[in-house]
């Protein structure tokens, strides 16, 4: 799977959005974007997942760029409770294999 | 089904003694992955069953780990003749059949807290 490179640590202030960005430079054609948190104490959760084209959930919006070089995950209103570890990972997506995680960016959200 | 279960949530031993690990997937899923995360680091996987074969091992799974998935369902991880650099969160994931159409990934547990003192 391509590496990717993310802030080590950001601070945002509540209700304001955060944006989270991700450098994936060796992105496979096939290659989709993951975005995964860790809040303290729990197991990673699955935010949301693109190929090229945004995306948005309940959860988060995730933009790519047209060259796939990079991405955003964006948390609109950002509250105390989005306070994690955010990992972006790329792979293939239902490949039968393992997720192969980084160290994340740790965001602060600020009351 | 309320998701992956995993027991006990923390655990306490002696260096040298064995411990072993218990996670209950979710039930259609049929896929199955340890991690092990230590202080400031993300998980590093450590090995992967399908249904009851294992597929995957890391090689950080050293001699002294072995994990079961007899029946495949439930899985265990155990750990023999511990070491303090074994501490660490042990996570277990599981992920349902290929579908082809979009994978959500996976659903992790809350993982396991082992202290080998």
């Known amino acids: 799977d391509a590496k990717t490179t993310q802030p080590t640590s950001m601070d945002c202030a509540e209700g304001r959005a955060a944006n989270l960005p991700c450098n994936h430079s060796?992105?496979?054609?096939?290659?989709?974007v993951y975005w995964y948190r860790q809040i303290h104490s729990q197991g990673p959760q699955y935010i949301i997942h693109?190929?090229?084209n945004n995306e948005t959930n309940e959860m988060a919006s995730l933009i790519i760029t047209e060259d796939r070089k990079s991405s955003t995950l964006i948390l609109p209103h950002a509250t105390l409770r989005d306070t994690a570890v955010y990992y972006c990972?790329?792979?293939?997506?239902?490949?039968?294999?393992?997720?192969?995680f980084g160290k994340g960016t740790r965001l602060h959200i600020l009351p | 089904d309320t998701g992956v279960s995993q027991d006990p949530r923390h655990k306490i031993t002696k260096r040298g003694q064995n411990v072993t690990f218990r996670c209950d997937p979710i039930?259609?899923?049929?896929?199955l992955y340890w991690y092990r995360q230590t202080l400031g680091q993300g998980p590093e996987f450590l090995t992967y069953?399908?249904?009851?074969?294992?597929?995957?091992k890391s090689r950080l799974l050293s001699d002294r780990f072995s994990a079961e998935r007899p029946k495949g369902s439930f899985s265990t991880l155990e750990i023999q003749r511990t070491e303090q650099g074994d501490s660490a969160m042990y996570l277990c994931?599981?992920?349902?059949?290929?579908?082809?159409?979009?994978?959500?990934?996976?659903?992790f547990g809350s993982g396991t807290r082992l202290t080998v003192v």
């Open positions: 990972i790329v792979r293939v997506e239902d490949r039968d294999d393992k997720i192969i």
């Open positions: 060796t992105i496979s054609g096939n290659e989709y």
């Open positions: 069953f399908q249904n009851e074969a294992q597929l995957e």
């Open positions: 994931a599981s992920s349902p059949p290929l579908a082809g159409t979009g994978s959500y990934g996976y659903t």
């Open positions: 693109g190929l090229k």
């Open positions: 039930s259609e899923h049929n896929r």
